[in-house]
């Protein structure tokens, strides 16, 4: 159980589609030797450290074929007295068809069964699937416990763990997640983005996005558009006089020159682009093309008016 490899406990999380996949299938059954070598991995690295978050590579959603999956599970457990575990890993990124499909099991779950739905959004799922659970809710972490930690566990030091800990909002894995190697690299790469769409310049925005696009990993363009959210999150925090909110701590001049430049663009308006994007890329719209229409959205934004 410490090690999340114990047989009456499912885990269940977004997986990519497999090849020649019919939603009949097991949902590992037509997945490649290393995609589910990639998901061992994922889960053990879940094992040793309780704020890893199960990412696998081209998966985005929860398909049917897992929900179904643990249902026939649970109908084998029938009159075995055995307790089965499913933890259902950011619930709200379930498909239409995939949550409709666990309501019965929520509503009339088999002895010794205990299905527990983990999410961020709550908003975001279904009204037939909350009404149907028990809610517990988690208070956010003071920050000066997320800050202890953080140097305690070497994260980092003193002076970087205050920063971090104002910005996590309360969350240890947000925490973790801004002090992040990969993380930091996504702030400077919409750093670099952000100078090419002022530009204007076609070659160096397709040069900016060749990292996102080139791996083909939705998830990971859709970590590069919440950094550039953050991004324009950061402008609205130096207008309130707010500088302690920057959430690219690393490289403050840049967002606050920029601020200081754009005083008259409306970072509403920028959000709601970038959001925008975000379902066209989780709806699987052509991703360079996605990011390039946003480029040139933003751009227009960044043009004195007439």
Same mark, same amino acid.
């Not at 104002?166 to 190697?181: I, M, N, T, V, W």
């Given at each position: 159980?410490?090690?999340?490899?114990?047989?009456?406990?499912?885990?269940?999380?977004?997986?990519?589609?497999?090849?020649?996949?019919?939603?009949?299938?097991?949902?590992?059954?037509?997945?490649?030797?290393?995609?589910?070598?990639?998901?061992?991995?994922?889960?053990?690295?879940?094992?040793?450290?309780?704020?890893?978050?199960?990412?696998?590579?081209?998966?985005?959603?929860?398909?049917?074929?897992?929900?179904?999956?643990?249902?026939?599970?649970?109908?084998?457990?029938?009159?075995?007295?055995?307790?089965?575990?499913?933890?259902?890993?950011?619930?709200?990124? #379930?498909?239409?068809?995939?949550?409709?499909?666990?309501?019965?099991?929520?509503?009339?779950? @088999?002895?010794?069964? #205990?299905?527990?739905?983990?999410?961020?959004?709550?908003?975001?799922?279904?009204?037939?699937?909350?009404?149907?659970?028990?809610?517990?809710?988690?208070?956010?972490?003071?920050?000066?416990?997320?800050?202890?930690?953080?140097?305690?566990?070497?994260?980092?030091d003193q002076n970087t763990a205050e920063a971090l800990a104002r910005l996590a909002e309360g969350s240890f894995l947000k925490a973790l997640e801004y002090s992040d190697p990969e993380v930091r690299g996504r702030r400077s790469l919409v750093v670099e983005f952000m100078r090419a769409v002022y530009a204007g310049n076609?070659?160096?925005? #397709?040069?900016?996005?060749?990292?996102?696009?080139?791996?083909?990993?939705?998830?990971?363009?859709?970590?590069?558009?919440?950094?550039?959210?953050?991004?324009?999150?950061?402008?609205?925090?130096?207008?309130?006089?707010?500088?302690?909110?920057?959430?690219?701590?690393?490289?403050?001049?840049?967002?606050?020159?920029?601020?200081?430049?754009?005083?008259?663009?409306?970072?509403?308006?920028?959000?709601?682009?970038?959001?925008?994007?975000?379902?066209?890329?989780?709806? @699987?719209?052509?991703?360079?093309?996605?990011?390039? @229409?946003?480029?040139?959205?933003?751009?227009?934004?960044?043009?004195?008016?007439?």
């Amino acid at each position: 159980m410490d090690t999340l490899q114990h047989p009456n406990i499912d885990l269940v999380f977004p997986l990519p589609p497999g090849k020649n996949e019919e939603r009949q299938h097991d949902p590992y059954e037509k997945l490649s030797e290393s995609v589910i070598q990639e998901i061992r991995n994922e889960i053990a690295a879940k094992g040793r450290d309780p704020y890893h978050r199960i990412e696998i590579r081209r998966a985005s959603v929860i398909k049917i074929n897992s929900i179904r999956s643990i249902k026939r599970k649970a109908a084998m457990r029938v009159g075995h007295h055995q307790r089965h575990v499913v933890i259902i890993c950011g619930a709200e990124k #379930m498909k239409a068809d995939a949550a409709n499909s666990l309501l019965k099991t929520l509503e009339e779950p @088999n002895a010794g069964q #205990m299905i527990i739905l983990t999410t961020s959004t709550p908003d975001a799922l279904l009204p037939t699937i909350v009404s149907r659970c028990q809610v517990i809710r988690f208070d956010p972490i003071p920050e000066q416990e997320i800050m202890r930690a953080l140097v305690e566990r070497d994260v980092c030091d003193q002076n970087t763990a205050e920063a971090l800990a104002r910005l996590a909002e309360g969350s240890f894995l947000k925490a973790l997640e801004y002090s992040d190697p990969e993380v930091r690299g996504r702030r400077s790469l919409v750093v670099e983005f952000m100078r090419a769409v002022y530009a204007g310049n076609s070659t160096r925005i #397709m040069k900016e996005i060749e990292p996102i696009v080139s791996s083909r990993d939705r998830q990971e363009a859709v970590r590069f558009l919440q950094a550039l959210e953050d991004w324009f999150h950061d402008v609205i925090a130096i207008r309130e006089g707010r500088p302690d909110r920057i959430r690219h701590f690393d490289n403050p001049e840049a967002v606050t020159k920029f601020a200081q430049l754009f005083s008259g663009i409306s970072c509403e308006d920028a959000l709601h682009e970038i959001e925008k994007t975000i379902e066209y890329v989780t709806g @699987n719209v052509h991703l360079t093309l996605a990011l390039v @229409n946003l480029a040139h959205h933003l751009h227009q934004r960044l043009q004195p008016p007439p």
